[in-house]
C-alpha cells in the first residue's frame, strides 16, 4: 500500500532463531502500530508506537520486541521464534481526522515457524 | 473494553445479487469510527467504507453502504450487484478518535464471501 513499506514479505525460520520484520513510511506519521493475523482470529495488537522515541505492548505482545528508530521507521523483532510466532503480521499507520480517517497497511508479511 | 463480533465466518452470493455482512460492537464511547476492510488473496488490507459515530447518515461508497444502527451497535455492509472481485476476506474493525495508546484498531474474526459466477 502506498506510504507503508514492509519487508521481507516471506520468511521461514527455524525455532530459536531471531530475525527483524521492518516497516517504513513516507506518511510523516507519528503513530504507528503492529498486527498480527491468525487464521479466524483477525488481526490483533502486538505493539504501537506513539512518537519517535515511544513504544507499548498491546493486547499480544509476548515474545516480541520493537524499536522505533526514527520518525519512518518501526521495526519487530522475534528474539527466539517459536511456531506459535507463525502468522501474518502488518504494520499500520492511522491518520486523518473525521472523515478522512483511515488506517494504512503494509504488505503483510507471511511468517513460518518451523 | 471495545469488542468487535462477526457473526458470520463464510458467505456466498451469486454475481449480481446483493449480500449483507454484520457487525455488532461493544463500547461504552460515544465517539468513534467504524470500518469495513477487504482482504483479497493478495493479503492486502483494503479500505472499503467508513462511518463516523456521530454521523447519523449511513455511509455509502458506490456499490458498498452500511446500515449504522448506533443504539443496537450493530454495523452491517451491504454489497449490491455482486461481483467477482468482491470475494475476499471481510473485517469490520472500532477505532476511538485518538492516536497513539488509544487509537488502535479492534477488529472482529472476519467473514469469507465467495462470489459465485
Known amino acids: 500500500n502506498a506510504g507503508v513499506t514492509q519487508t521481507p514479505k516471506f520468511q521461514v525460520l527455524k525455532t530459536g532463531q531471531s530475525m527483524t520484520l521492518q516497516c517504513a513510511q513516507d506518511?510523516?506519521?507519528?503513530?504507528m502500530y503492529w498486527y498480527r493475523q491468525d487464521p479466524g482470529m483477525g488481526l490483533r495488537l502486538i505493539y504501537y508506537?506513539?512518537?519517535?522515541?515511544?513504544?507499548d505492548k498491546g493486547e499480544v505482545p509476548n515474545g516480541y520486541n520493537v524499536s522505533r528508530l526514527n520518525k519512518r521507521e518501526f521495526s519487530l523483532r522475534l528474539e527466539s521464534a517459536a511456531p506459535s510466532q507463525t502468522s501474518v503480521y502488518f504494520c499500520?499507520?492511522?491518520?486523518?481526522?473525521?472523515?478522512?480517517?483511515?488506517?494504512?497497511f503494509g504488505q503483510g508479511t507471511r511468517l513460518t515457524v518451523v | 473494553a471495545q469488542t468487535v463480533t462477526q457473526s458470520q465466518p463464510e458467505m456466498s452470493v451469486q454475481e449480481a445479487e446483493t449480500v449483507t455482512l454484520s457487525c455488532t460492537y461493544d463500547?461504552?464511547?460515544?465517539?468513534?469510527?467504524l470500518f469495513w476492510y477487504k482482504q483479497p488473496p493478495s493479503r492486502q488490507m483494503i479500505l472499503v467504507i467508513r462511518?463516523?459515530?456521530?454521523?447519523?447518515q449511513n455511509a455509502t461508497e458506490n456499490r458498498f453502504s452500511v446500515n449504522f444502527q448506533k443504539a443496537a451497535k450493530s454495523f452491517s455492509l451491504k454489497i449490491s450487484d455482486s461481483q467477482l472481485g468482491d470475494t475476499a476476506m471481510y473485517f469490520c474493525?472500532?477505532?476511538?478518535?485518538?492516536?497513539?495508546?488509544?487509537?488502535?484498531?479492534?477488529f472482529g474474526k472476519g467473514t469469507k464471501l465467495s462470489v459465485k459466477p
Open positions: 462511518q463516523e459515530a456521530y454521523k447519523q
Open positions: 506518511m510523516n506519521h507519528n503513530s
Open positions: 463500547t461504552s464511547e460515544n465517539n468513534y469510527y
Open positions: 474493525a472500532f477505532m476511538k478518535p485518538y492516536g497513539g495508546s488509544q487509537g488502535n484498531l479492534i
Open positions: 499500520a499507520i492511522h491518520m486523518g481526522q473525521g472523515g478522512s480517517t483511515e488506517a494504512f
Open positions: 508506537s506513539a512518537s519517535e522515541g515511544t513504544t
